[in-house]
C-alpha cells in the first residue's frame, strides 16, 4: 500500500454545535442556552502508569477514555474515563497526577483516583478542593496493592471501588450524558498508523475490519489488558489531539526533571482514525469534556466503545498506508 503523511491542516471554522468525545459543547460553541441536565453521577478519572515496569495493565479495555500524554523522561502517562465503572475488574497500576490531570479532572467535574502528585500540582488539588482520592487518603477503601509486583508498579483499585467512592462522595455532574454513534460518511482510507507520542514512545495502530477494531503496539511489543485475560485491547476510535506543552517551571519528580503543561484549553486541530478511515477535526475543551466537529462544522459523534485520545506535538508527523 501506498504510505501517506497525514500532516496537521490549517485550522477549521468553527461552527455552533459540538460533539462529544466526552459529550456537551464548550461555552464558546454553545448557540443559545438549553435545559440544565439533572443531575447524575460524574465519572471516574484514573492515573494508570505506561512506564517500563507497569505492563501488563489491567481495566483499560473497560474504559470509555483513555487519554495518554507526555510526562517528564519522555514516557507517557494514562488517564482513564470510566462514566459508569461497575464490576471487580480490576484497574492499575494506579499512580500520580499531572497538571494536565487537572485540566481533565476540571473539564469533565469527574473523581481522580490518583497515588499522589507532586507538591506543586498537590497544591492545586487541595487549594480547589478538586474530588481526588489517593492511597494515602482512602483508609485502605479504594486501592490495594498487589504484593506479587514490584512497588511502584502495583497499585491497583477496580471499577466497583470506582463507583462506591463517587456514591460516597456524591461527586455529581449536570451536562448530557455521552452520545455515541456512527461517524460521517467520507474521510480517507486508514488501514494502518503510526507516529511518535514522545520522543522515545512510537505508536502504532493496525485495523482489523472483521472485529473494527485497532490494536495498539509499540516499542515494548502489543499492548494488552492482564483484566482480559492478556488479550490485546481493542480500540474502537483513535484520536490525535495536536496540541502544544512546555516546561512548567516546577520540580516534578525525585530526579529533579521540569513538570510539563500543555495548552489544553480553547480549540486545535485533530485527527480521528474510526471504522478504518481517517477524519480531519476540531476538537474543542472549556467547562465540558472534550468535543470534536467536522471539517463541515458539526459535532463528530463516534461509536460507542474505547476511544484513545492522543495528546500529540501539533506539528506530529503520522505515516498511514
Known sequence: MAIRLHLPRAPLALAAVCLLVGTACSAQLEPAPSPTPSARLAPALVQVENAPGSRPQSGLQRADLVFEYLTEGGISRFTAVYWNPSGAVRIGPVRSARLVTLRMVRAFGGLLFLSGASDHVQAQISGEQMPAIGESSDG??????????????????????????????????????????EPPAGGDRVDRLNFPQTTSHDVTYAYDPASRTYAYA?????????????????????????VAHHGAGYTEDVLGAEGIDFDLAGTGGADVYT?????????????RPMALQGVDG?????????????????????RTS
Open 140 to 181: 485502605g477503601r479504594y486501592f490495594a496493592r498487589d504484593r506479587s509486583r514490584p512497588a511502584p508498579h502495583n497499585l491497583f483499585t477496580t471499577n466497583d471501588q470506582l463507583r462506591e467512592a463517587l456514591v460516597a462522595q456524591q461527586v455529581k455532574v449536570g451536562y448530557p450524558a455521552p452520545v455515541t454513534g
Open 218 to 242: 509499540d516499542e515494548s511489543g502489543p499492548l494488552v489488558d492482564a483484566a482480559e485475560g492478556g488479550r490485546r485491547i481493542a480500540v474502537i476510535s483513535v484520536v490525535l489531539v495536536r
Open 275 to 287: 471504522r478504518g478511515k481517517h477524519l480531519t477535526a476540531r476538537w474543542s475543551l472549556g467547562q
Open 298 to 318: 458539526r459535532s463528530l459523534t463516534l461509536p460507542a466503545g474505547l476511544t484513545w485520545i492522543h495528546l500529540v506535538d501539533p506539528e506530529v508527523q503520522v
